[in-house]
């Protein structure tokens, strides 16, 4: 999974770099400022959860890598990238979820 990941971040990051907006899902999704990128993230979400709740595991399945893919576009609008979200897990593990939630700021 780690090689997928890092994989779809290249292609992500050298899209935008590129900044194609023309032949570029990733860069004209870009050019539309990260509110657009979050409420395409947000209609993935929620795709991933009717797929949850209604459909097969290859629909799931499909839904859930769409959601990774804009995910990792509004990451790396943010400048962050997987290895951010990997050191945040690494640094939550062996904490029970209730007490890291519980120590969130409110």
Same mark, same amino acid.
């Given at each position: 999974?780690?090689?997928?990941?890092?994989?779809?971040?290249?292609?992500?990051?050298?899209?935008?770099?590129?900044?194609? =907006?023309?032949?570029?899902?990733?860069?004209?999704?870009?050019?539309?400022?990260?509110?657009?990128?979050?409420?395409?993230?947000?209609?993935?979400? #929620?795709?991933?959860?009717?797929?949850?709740? #209604?459909?097969?595991?290859?629909?799931? #399945?499909?839904?859930? =890598?769409?959601?990774?893919?804009?995910? #990792?576009?509004?990451?790396?609008?943010?400048?962050?990238?997987?290895? =951010?979200? =990997?050191?945040?897990?690494?640094?939550?593990?062996?904490?029970?979820?209730?007490?890291?939630?519980?120590?969130?700021?409110?």
């Amino acid at each position: 999974m780690g090689e997928a990941l890092t994989e779809l971040e290249t292609v992500v990051r050298d899209r935008l770099a590129a900044g194609d =907006a023309g032949a570029s899902y990733v860069a004209s999704l870009v050019a539309k400022g990260r509110g657009k990128i979050a409420q395409k993230l947000g209609e993935e979400a #929620t795709e991933t959860i009717i797929a949850a709740l #209604t459909e097969d595991d290859a629909a799931l #399945t499909g839904e859930a =890598a769409d959601l990774v893919f804009h995910l #990792t576009i509004l990451l790396a609008d943010r400048g962050l990238g997987w290895d =951010a979200v =990997a050191a945040e897990l690494a640094r939550r593990h062996g904490t029970s979820g209730h007490a890291e939630k519980a120590a969130r700021p409110q």
